[in-house]
């Protein structure tokens, strides 16, 4: 990948006396997806706006495509798309005119507005308003809205939340076609998951730190455990759980008498998950 | 400045301002209401009187013929006083007795009785007033005696050109016309900020000021297009029609500007009306004191709009001259940048 989109160097914002970011730094190389995991309040959101220009850092710089956010905001905002987690769109006004508003504002050439619905599945509902539109429908103009201008770094603050599993889909299948464009994503999220499936690298922030940052698998090498999980009937005929950790010196010993011993209904072998790993860092889930 | 994205909010804002019912509403029945109440307001004056008086001692009869002719009469210290009210138009005309009018019409003197109108004063105030003061000395004596009246109109004498009630709410009219624009655009903010479209703006390439251009290129037309469109309309424009045009438009500029105040002052569209209602509960006093003179007096200059009234009211029902109404323009265009300073200043820090 090379090339770095985004540089967070010793960024750094405080409300008050109250510290949101706390010196982080890290880098996402272009044609990345960053999976940017944390719980509520843990400064996820204060970092992308650092990053997208609608906070100035109190300390430190942040580097979008080589340019110092905090004096080329024009410019750098002419080069990413934001989708928020909260739906902002003019709901008085039809997908189309949304969408043409924001191609006029980012100087957007022959725009072609019904395209794009299509691509986010919206086709045949571009001159309802938004008002009429469901969740799933809004969430979906969102995303859309964010890749009016074709941005080199794409920022996604939980695209698929509340979503159901086919507009859920939708959204990641155009996230990966992103960046298969060439396209950077920073893509904030609760959905471990959803990290997991898309992530390049994910990063774990907490209290204003980035505790952790790498590829899912390093992740769950290095902190996690695999395990395989069995059900085995018992001489009564009730079902028990066996669970056999994988990375001990007994694994062939404990698998050989478990299929030797006893009679196993089903078996299946388990990884540790992000969320797991999440726990064992910070010592509290995404949703505390 | 990027002509384009400021086209383009503009657009945006006027539709979402035209598609929001209750401001299409009042936007189009407001100005049709207000010109059906001007068309049939009477076109002729009828009014009741109240007379400034100035007499050292007063005749016994004074309250006599205020219960039965319906007037009033306000007491001033002195002539200088009762000058001043007069040309303030706090009343339409003033009565100046001799300290010895009742020696001198015991004596069979005959007494010189001053009379002061205000400018715009109708004729038939002139009459009755003039006659009331002969029927005071009928009063006293039981016979009509000789009277000197002198009579001075204070300001630029309008005889035969007085205005009509109607003329004086026209006032009124425009600026509650382009005031309720003011709350229009103040709910289209708050929504904005609200329903956090705002931020969606400001991630763009778009710049703070192109987004200020364009709210107040929107709110300034919305009220200066209605207030132009009505004066035109009910013969505002007939006299001095540039320096109405040129009030008009400060006006919708500074009402643009109190638009921004209130909505860094509200958290939604209920209370930006809130607010929206407050300030044109203020600022339309001026304009009351025109329709109704001598309810408002020297502290009505604290009020914005004092200035632009006066220079409405002035150019297009006494067609006063530029070289009368420069300071009140001067004043007026210092109230503008201070309100539109301050809004902007105060939105700025809401959408950061």
């Known amino acids: 990948m090379g090339e770095e989109a985004i540089i967070a160097d010793r960024l750094t914002y405080f409300y008050n006396n109250l510290l949101a970011v706390d010196h982080i730094c890290f880098h996402v190389a272009k044609g990345e997806i960053l999976g940017f995991l944390g719980p509520n309040g843990a400064g996820k959101t204060t970092t992308v706006k650092m990053l997208t220009g609608q906070l100035k850092p109190k300390d430190g710089k942040a580097i979008l495509l080589g340019l110092d956010v905090a004096e080329n905001i024009e410019r750098v905002q002419s080069k990413i798309g934001v989708c928020f987690e909260e739906t902002n769109l003019y709901q008085r006004m039809s997908a189309i005119e949304n969408l043409n508003l924001f191609a006029r504002l980012f100087n957007v050439k022959s725009f072609n507005a019904y395209s794009l619905l299509a691509r986010v599945g919206l086709s045949g509902r571009e001159k309802d308003r938004v008002e009429n539109y469901s969740k799933g429908m809004r969430q979906r103009l969102m995303v859309a809205r964010s890749l009016v201008s074709k941005p080199q770094i794409l920022f996604l603050d939980e695209p698929t939340a509340g979503l159901d599993p086919t507009s859920s889909e939708a959204i990641r299948n155009i996230i990966l076609e992103e960046r298969k464009r060439g396209a950077t994503i920073f893509l904030t999220t609760h959905d471990m998951m959803e990290a997991d499936k898309l992530s390049d690298r994910v990063a774990f922030m907490n209290q204003g730190k980035i505790l952790a940052l790498d590829k899912p698998l390093n992740l769950k090498q290095k902190y996690g455990k695999r395990a395989l999980k069995a059900k085995v009937a018992s001489k009564k005929g009730a079902l028990e759980s066996r669970e056999i950790d994988l990375d001990t010196p007994q694994t062939a010993e404990e698998l050989q008498n478990l299929f030797q011993n006893e009679k196993v209904v089903t078996i299946h072998s388990e990884e540790a998950t992000l969320e797991d790993i999440f726990i064992k860092i910070t010592g509290r889930g995404l949703t505390e | ?352």
């Open chain 2, 1 to 352: 400045m990027n002509f384009g994205v400021i086209r383009a909010l503009v657009v945006k804002d006027f539709a979402l301002f035209f598609r929001n019912r209750f401001y299409a509403l009042i936007t189009v029945l407001g100005i049709i209401t207000y010109l059906v109440i001007y068309f049939v307001m009477p076109s002729s004056v009828d009014e009741e009187l109240e007379i400034g008086l100035y007499a050292p001692v007063i005749p016994p009869f004074f309250e006599l013929i205020q219960q039965e002719e319906g007037l009033k009469f306000h007491e001033y210290n002195s002539d200088q006083d009762l000058r001043q009210a007069i040309a303030d138009r706090i009343h339409e005309a003033g009565v100046i007795l001799p300290e010895d009018i009742m020696e001198q019409l015991a004596s069979g003197q005959i007494p010189l009785v001053t009379l002061y109108f205000s400018t715009d004063a109708p004729d038939e105030i002139k009459d009755i007033v003039e006659t009331m003061v002969k029927e005071l000395a009928y009063l006293q004596t039981g016979q009509f005696l000789a009277i000197n009246i002198s009579a001075e109109i204070l300001g630029p004498d309008l005889l035969g050109d007085q205005i009509p009630i109607r003329d004086r709410m026209r006032l009124m009219l425009v600026i509650m016309l382009i005031m309720f624009e003011m709350m229009g655009l103040a709910s289209l903010i708050s929504e904005e900020v609200e329903q956090d479209t705002i931020r969606a703006l400001l991630v763009t390439p778009m710049s703070v000021r192109d987004l200020f251009t364009a709210k107040l290129l929107m709110g300034v037309s919305l009220a200066f297009i209605q207030g132009a469109l009505f004066m035109a309309i009910v013969g505002g424009l007939n006299s001095q029609p540039s320096i109405i045009l040129i009030a008009l438009l400060l006006g919708s500029i500074m009402f643009t500007g109190s638009g921004f105040l209130i909505a860094s002052l509200a958290k939604d569209m209920l209370t930006s009306m809130g607010w929206g209602i407050t300030a044109i509960l203020i600022y339309s006093i001026p304009a009351f004191g025109i329709m109704f003179p001598g309810t408002v007096t020297d502290w009505g200059r604290f009020i914005p709009t004092y200035y632009l009234t006066n220079i409405i009211h002035q150019a297009s029902n006494i067609n006063t001259g530029w070289s009368e109404i420069w300071v009140d323009l001067l004043i007026l265009m210092v109230f503008n940048m201070l309100i539109v300073w301050g809004g902007i200043m105060a939105l700025g820090r809401k959408f950061r």
